[in-house]
């Protein structure tokens, strides 16, 4: 079976990369994504800032920035 990893991602209205943690939990990381998108705020809603949840399949595709959780 492929290895998934799971990465969270959060971007401003600019689109600039503000927030990412990537895991191999996918039930961390609908948790993670859910905080990420209750953590915006309507200023930040109003403004574009956008949250994304992925999968890839090895730990190289996931950005360098990330914080990167083993579970």
């Known amino acids: ?36 998108l209750d953590d915006l705020t309507d200023a930040q809603r109003a403004e574009g800032w956008t949250v994304n949840l992925r999968t890839v399949s090895t730990w190289d595709e996931v950005p360098v920035s990330a914080l990167k959780l083993s579970f």
Request: net charge negative; charged share 25%; hydrophobic share 40%.
């Open 1 to 36: 079976m492929a290895k998934v990893i799971w990465v969270n991602e959060q971007f401003d209205s600019s689109g600039l990369l503000r927030a990412c943690i990537a895991c191999e939990s996918e039930e961390q990381a609908k948790a993670c994504n859910e905080s990420f």
